[in-house]
């Protein structure tokens, strides 16, 4: 697989990973001002995740043709603000929260085996960097409701 900068494996929960693109580990905001921040970078976050699935699903494939298995994945993808950080004193873990991460997770689990399910937001943002992606109609999403997602192509 590629190198990827800025991208994080964050959990591994119930047979899934969690990955985000664009956190940045040594940067604090509280420790600097926002005029020094670097500006984010949404399309490459978003086609960095994209990429990664893309060569996940090519790995397995792999795998799957030398092993006479039928392995497939399911991928959820949004973009959006979050924030990052270690929680807990006994046994510390870094985590991610927002409403980014838990949308992605949502599109995750109403997704099709095989295929990267997105927000219509996010699709919007991956076709305007030249990805393809196809209208899944209405979707009910847990917490959100119906919901048009697209799938990449």
């Known amino acids: ?8 494996r964050l959990d591994y929960i119930w047979k899934r990973d969690m990955a985000a693109a664009g956190l940045k580990p040594n940067v604090r905001r509280s ?8 500006p984010f970078d949404i399309e490459t976050n978003a086609a960095t995740l994209v990429n990664l699935a893309v060569e996940m699903m090519q790995s397995l494939q792999r795998f ?6 039928n392995y ?11 924030m990052a950080g270690v929680v807990g004193n006994n046994k510390p873990i870094y ?8 949308v992605a997770s949502r599109m995750e689990t109403t997704g099709e085996m095989g295929r990267i399910q997105v927000t219509e937001e996010t699709a919007q943002i991956l076709m305007n960097v030249g990805y393809e992606c196809q209208c899944r ?13 697209r799938e990449r192509v």
């Open 72 to 82: 497939e994945l399911r991928v959820g993808i949004d973009c959006g603000p979050s």
């Open 31 to 38: 420790s600097i001002e926002e005029e020094e921040l670097e």
């Open 95 to 102: 985590d991610v929260w927002g409403n980014a991460v838990n």
């Open 137 to 149: 109609g209405k979707v009910f999403v847990k917490e959100i409701g119906r919901a048009s997602c």
């Open 1 to 8: 697989m590629s190198k990827v900068e800025y991208l994080s």
């Open 64 to 69: 799957n043709s030398h092993l006479f298995q």
